[in-house]
Structure formats: C-alpha cells, structure tokens
C-alpha cells in the first residue's frame, strides 16, 4: 500500500527524519508512535507532500509519488487530518466535509456559472448526499448547520476525520486523533477507526494515547529522533527493550 | 558625473528615508498602515511654507514649525482614526478606510487654507554653490543632508538611550511583553505618531526648498514611495527604511541620468516587486513574515 | 429621469461592477490596492476597439476585459508567494506601473489622454453588466469552485490537502478580478468620454477598496452598499459644496470606527 525507503529531512542543522523506512500493508491500521519530537508530524508531512524529503521515497500502489504538491498526493489517494485541528472555520460542518469532495468532483468556474442540467446539478447533489453520510458516519449529522469555529473540539477533530474521508482516500493519516478526548470519546474514536478500515480504507495513525494504539492496530512502528527503533504487532513491540528504553520508559 | 548623481540620489534619498522611517515606525508599534502619511508630508511642506511667507521666517524656523505642526497632527490623527477602531478590535484593513478619509480631509483643507496652486519657496533662500573637486553642492542640499542626518540621528539616539524609545522598541517586538513591562502601549503609540509625523513634516520642508513644488497633492506619489521603502528595508525596520531610503533616491537619480527618465518612478516599483517576491522580509530583514 | 441623476445612477453602476470585481480576489484572501491599474487597461484597450477600430460596444468590452484579465493573471501568478500587507503593496505598485506607462506611452496620447470617445455606456448596459455579475457571483458562492476559494481564503494548507490546486485556484480569482476592473474601466471610459492616466491613479484603487471594506468583506450586497455611499454621498453633499471631500471623509472615518467591518458585516465568526 505505502511504502516509504529511506526518508530523511533536514531542517538548517536539525535531522528531523532519518533514513526511515515505513511499509504498510493493505487493509490494516498501522500506527506510528514515539516521544515528543521524535518525527511524527514530520514523516506525515513528508508523506502528504506539505514538505519535500531531503532523501529517500515515498510510493503509494507502487507509484512513486516521492515530492509531489500536496494537492497531487490527494488525488492520488491519500487523505490525512491535522494535530492542531485546521478546519475552515468561516464554513459550516457541511461545507467542510464538501470542500473534502474536491478532489472528486470536476465542476470548475465555467460549471459554476453555466449550470447544465444534468452533469453539474447531480453532482452537487451528490456532493451533498456523499457529506451527510460521512457527517452521520462520524457522529455529527445533527450539527450539519453549525460553524466549523463553534464545534468543540471533539466534533472537530471527528469533523476533521470526515473531511478526510471525503476524498474517498485509499490511505488515511490520522495525527494525534485522540488528543483532548475523555476515555468515552477514545472509544468512540475506537469504534471509528474500526468502521473506517472495515470500508476498506488503510490506516496510519499517529498517537499518544498509548491504550488506544495496543487495542486498534496491527502494526505498530516507534521513531525516536528521527529513526525507526522497532517495528512489529503491538504485543511484540511493547516487550523491545529499546522502545521500553526510548518511549514508555521516559513517559512512564 | 558619476560621483554627482550619486550625492544628488543622497539628497532624495535621505528625503525618502525620513518618510519611510515614519511608516516603519507606526508599522513596527501596530502592524498597520498609515495611508495618509503622505498628506502629512505634505502639511509639513505647507506649514513651512506659510511660516516663510507670512512671518518671514528663516528655514530653521520654518523647520521646527512644520515639526511641531505635524506632530500634532499625527497625534490627532492616531487618536481619531486609529485608536477608536483598536478599541473596537476592527479588521486590519479599517484603519486604511480611516485613514484614506483623513488624507481627503487634509487635501481639502490644504486646498482651501492655501489653495490648490504649485507654489514654491520665495527666493529669499538664496541658493549658494560650492565646489568640491567635480561634485557641485548647494546650500539647500547640505541643508537637506544636514537636517536629515541630524533627524535619524536623534532618532537614533531616541529608540536606543531613551526610556520612551525603549519603550517603543519593545512595543514593537511585542505589545503583549510591553504590557507586562508596565508599559502604556497607548502612550507609547501616542509618541510614535508624533515622531513618525514630526520626521514627515521636515520632510516636507526640506523637499519644498529643493524642488520649489510645493502642491496639496504632493503627498499622494511621496506616500507610495514611502511605503515601498519601508518594504524594501524590512517591515517596521527604522534602520532597514533609512538605508532603503538612500538606495532608492540614488536608483532614481540613476536612472534618470542613465535610463529613460520618464520611467524613472515606474523603474522604482519594479525593484520593489522584485524585493517583494524574492525577499519578502526586506533587503535587510531577518525576521519571519506572515 | 433628468441626465444629472441618469449620469449619476451610471457612476453607481459602475462603481458596483468594480467594487464587484474586488469580490473573488477577496474570496480567495487577496485584498488587491491595484485595480485601478487593471481598470486602465481595460479603458484603453475598449476605447482603442471601438474608437479607433469601430467595433462593436460590447466586443470592445469583451476585449478590454481580456487584456485586463491576462495582466490580473500575469500579476497574479508572482502575487501567489505573498499575501497580507505584502500583497496589498505589490499590488500597489503594479497599478503604479500602468499608470506611468499609460503616462508615457504615445500611442494613447501620454499625459493628455484620449478624448473624442463616443458615449457608449448607458444605464441599462450597466445595470445589465452589474446584474451579470451578481448573479454570478452568487452562482460561484454555492459551487464546487466557490467553496474551494473560501477554503482557501480560510486555511491554505488544509485546502491544498483536501487537493485544491493553490495556483489555479488563486490565479483564477485573481485574473477574473481583473476582468471584472477592466470591464468596468470599458464603462466608465464610454461614460466620462475622456480617458487620462490621471484618473486611475493610486486614487482610484483606493476608492475601488474603499467601496468594497466599507460595504463589507465577503457580502455580495456590501459591494452594492458600498458603491452607493461612495458615489451618492459626495453627490448629496452638494450643500456643503465648498467642504465636500471633508464631509466625506469624516463620514468614512467614522464609519471605519463605528462599524470596523464594513456596513453589512457578515456573521464573525471565532477567530482562529
């Protein structure tokens, strides 16, 4: 499904990312987990095209997809959801999740403004239809009307899920999708990420919350400082010394 | 003749210069643009000139006059077309609907008060010339240089010795670690104005002596350019605005001299879409942008 | 209908067509100081059509839209690196730009202008263009490409990974602002029957901006409003004669502090 080989990125004298490599299977949710610094946010933001590597490749069903616009990286089957929550907060929770769309609908300035009978209207109305049913899907129908800005910030991040998926991605990029959530909202989220998958969409999770990556991936691969230090099922991970060394021991 | 141009740019520039460093002044405190800055310079210019032609002041006094006035003006218009619209949080661009209504105010006003005519200095100033080796200088011009260093100088002096000036520096780095200072940021604004003004102000004197064109709609043209070299220095940067000033008035005289110079101000805007795309933080910034 | 208030009604609708034009760029987060440039050339370019060449009205308009609309995208693809206060000066400069060559360019008469140019514009021609122009914009509000400008306009970044194309989306907006200007500089050169560089100076950019932030940002109807202050109110003025650009511009210093966001604020929303 993706398969990163030897990523690096460097800031000025800062090595964000080292020779990682990353490879996901096709169907299963796959975090990723490590300290605070440890490259996280950095190799998804390599991975959807928000930064250029400085080394190595990024291949999406084989495709190399290495550096490309992240518009392009969405197109081509990737969608993903931020750690500080970035909706469009001037639009309501429809409006986001059919900004979502925009990758799979084709309607341009001319169709705007011609308006042909068939074509554009139906795919507005399909546009519509596709949003409700992620808002309903991710728990939010009954906030459809609301400002994006006025949701809390559970809604948001679960709106956030629903804008992704409506680019009808092969590959979702969750960062951190559980921040500020109680343990009923995780399980929830639990619930979600199982229900997504179960659609047939791959997964690839960044998270802290330690409980909810043990029960929710079949895969679990740990950076720190920019490398990958084990990678493997959960239960196997846990038991590595060196991940016990790096990340449980210093949280704990 | 190479030389001369140069010491003729020096004289616009530092004209320049002392607009700019006004912009960036108020720039730096507020992050907003004062769209009639260039009005202001213009009210020097008149102040100037009627102390000259009804008191029959020397330019010095015409000088300090015009300073005086415009620093009062600029307090007044801080405090009528600014800090209400802070007050109420407005978005960024309502100061320049504020500000585009105070400079029709004055262009009005001058017109009226001194009507609508090009006028220039009496020749009560007459000119001397000097020669030093193959550059030519007049008196205005050593005025012009004289006035204007002396001005950035005391500036200088003002941002770096004094407690308001501190004040103001740290006001710009960030108003919220001012407050914590137990800085009155209002005040501090207040001063900015009247600095950023008073240096307008002479401007416009010392831009009545040399060029004799002294009109109510002087200000628009010399507003533009002040803005674009506050960019060229860096936003809000009083020393980047300084050495933009310089740069730019030598360009222009450049190109005069050397290039069609009925393009010559054409030619000014295009460096200065040039520095915006390719160094967005100014020839001498350093900071971030937004 | 007496030709002064015809005359006038004309100004308003031309006055909306511009403050209209504002409208995408706005929506796409570009506040533009510039459009009096675009509306220059698009002036030029209609009067040299129909004056010299004898077309049609509206070929004329169509080509100085065009031409206007091609510098908008000429502009527009450097103007995607910078935005904000950096955008608004750039822009600044450019209608600086056009202004000087118009002022030294032979061809169109330099300083002294274009004048002789037939009286073309009439009140239902620009109420037609204006109307046009709502509806289109309205039409643009709804669709695909209208959220992708006001997605853009709210969070770049989140609207690049939802896979809006920043360039096209934002080069288009811009360059179709153009158009709007350079239509409008069509109408209002059949209109005032004289044409120099003069009139679309750093002034009248200002006043286009003007027009569009006392209105309100990102209202259809702001434009509209607007328009109406700035052109009936120096109009009504009148008994003030002498004092009139003072009134006026007291009247939009208080507006800007009475009502910072424009007459027909839209909703705020909680700032990010």
Request: proline letters at 4%; hydrophobic letters at 55%.
């Amino acid at each position: 499904m993706l398969r990163v080989e030897g990523l690096a990125k460097r800031f000025g004298g800062y090595q964000a990312l080292a020779d990682v490599d990353l490879t996901v299977e096709p169907g299963s949710v796959h975090a990723v987990i490590g300290p605070n610094g440890a490259g996280k946010t950095t190799l998804f933001n390599v991975i959807t095209g928000l930064l250029s590597p400085t080394a190595g490749s990024v291949a999406l069903d084989g495709r190399d997809v290495t550096g490309w616009r992240a518009d392009r990286i969405t197109h081509a089957g990737i969608a993903r959801t931020f750690q500080q929550v970035r909706l469009f907060r001037g639009m309501n929770a429809l409006e986001n999740v059919m900004v979502g769309r925009h990758a799979r609908t084709r309607g341009g300035f001319g169709a705007a403004l011609v308006r042909p009978p068939f074509r554009e209207r139906s795919e507005e109305v399909e546009t519509r239809r596709r949003a409700r049913e992620l808002l309903e899907m991710v728990g939010l129908a009954s906030r459809a009307g609301t400002w994006a800005g006025d949701l809390t910030l559970v809604e948001q991040r679960r709106l956030e899920v629903a804008r992704a998926l409506a680019s009808d991605p092969r590959l979702l990029l969750l960062d951190e999708p559980a921040g500020g959530m109680t343990a009923v909202e995780v399980e929830d989220l639990n619930q979600l990420i199982r229900k997504i998958r179960e659609s047939g969409v791959t997964v690839v999770l960044v998270e802290h919350h330690v409980r909810l990556v043990m029960r929710v991936s079949d895969v679990v691969t740990v950076l720190d400082a920019g490398r990958v230090i084990a990678s493997g099922p959960p239960d196997r991970v846990r038991q590595d010394p060196r991940v016990i060394a790096a990340y449980l021991g210093r949280e704990a | 003749m190479l030389l001369q141009q140069l010491v003729n740019g020096l004289m616009l520039g530092s004209t320049y210069a002392l607009i700019a460093i006004g912009y960036a002044l108020i720039f730096g405190v507020l992050g907003l643009v004062h769209l009639a800055h260039g009005e202001v310079f213009m009210m020097g210019a008149l102040i100037g000139l009627q102390l000259v032609l009804w008191l029959h002041a020397g330019p010095a006094v015409a000088l300090v006059g015009a300073l005086l006035g415009t620093a009062v003006l600029g307090m007044i218009i801080e405090l009528t077309a600014f800090r209400p619209i802070r007050a109420r949080h407005g978005p960024v661009f309502a100061p320049m609907v504020s500000t585009i209504g105070v400079g029709l105010i004055l262009q009005e006003v001058a017109t009226k008060v001194f009507g609508g005519e090009q006028v220039g200095f009496p020749h009560r100033l007459e000119p001397v010339t000097w020669r030093v080796g193959p550059i030519t200088i007049s008196s205005v011009q050593l005025l012009i240089l004289g006035v204007s260093v002396a001005l950035m100088v005391a500036l200088h002096l003002w941002v770096t010795r004094t407690r308001m000036g501190m004040a103001m520096r740290a006001s710009a780095e960030s108003t919220l670690t001012a407050r914590l200072l137990g800085i009155s940021t209002d005040r501090v604004i207040l001063v900015t104005f009247a600095v950023a003004s008073a240096l307008a102000g002479a401007a416009g004197v010392l831009v009545g002596l040399s060029f004799n064109a002294i009109s109510p709609f002087m200000g628009i043209d010399m507003g533009v350019k002040g803005l674009a070299i506050m960019l060229l220095g860096g936003l809000g940067n009083i020393y980047g605005a300084m050495v933009g000033g310089l740069l730019l008035g030598a360009v222009e005289v450049l190109s005069v001299a050397y290039l069609a110079s009925s393009y010559r101000d054409a030619f000014v805007f295009a460096v200065m879409i040039l520095i915006l795309l390719f160094r967005p933080q100014g020839l001498f910034g350093v900071g971030h942008i937004r | 209908m007496g030709s002064y208030w015809e005359s006038v009604l004309i100004f308003l609708g031309i006055n909306t067509v511009l403050a209209l034009s504002l409208y995408l760029p706005i929506s796409a987060g570009q506040l533009s100081l510039g459009h009096g440039g675009f509306m220059a050339i698009g002036a030029y370019v209609t009067v040299i059509c129909t004056t010299w060449l004898g077309w049609p009205f509206a070929a004329g308009l169509a080509a100085g839209g065009l031409a206007a609309a091609i510098a908008g995208a000429l502009v527009g693809f450097p103007a995607l690196r910078i935005r904000g206060i950096y955008l608004i000066i750039l822009t600044m400069g450019f209608g600086e730009i056009v202004r000087i060559f118009f002022l030294n360019f032979e061809p169109t008469g330099q300083a002294s202008g274009i004048g002789g140019i037939k009286h073309l514009t009439s009140l239902p021609v620009v109420s037609v263009v204006a109307a046009l122009m709502l509806v289109c914009l309205m039409r643009f509000r709804g669709s695909r490409i209208g959220r992708a400008l006001r997605a853009v306009q709210e969070d770049e970044v989140a609207a690049e990974a939802m896979g809006v194309n920043l360039t096209r989306v934002k080069v288009a907006a811009f360059a179709l602002g153009a158009l709007g200007a350079g239509v409008g500089g069509g109408l209002y050169a059949h209109q005032a029957l004289f044409i120099d560089p003069a009139q679309f100076g750093f002034f009248r950019s200002a006043e286009i901006f003007l027009i569009v932030v006392l209105g309100g940002v990102g209202t259809y109807w702001g434009p509209v409003v607007g328009a109406a202050v700035v052109t009936l109110l120096p109009e009504t003025l009148r008994f003030v004669q002498e004092w009139r650009m003072t009134v006026f511009g007291t009247l939009l210093v208080l507006c800007a502090v009475l009502r910072p966001a424009g007459l027909l604020a839209p909703r705020r929303h909680t700032p990010a």
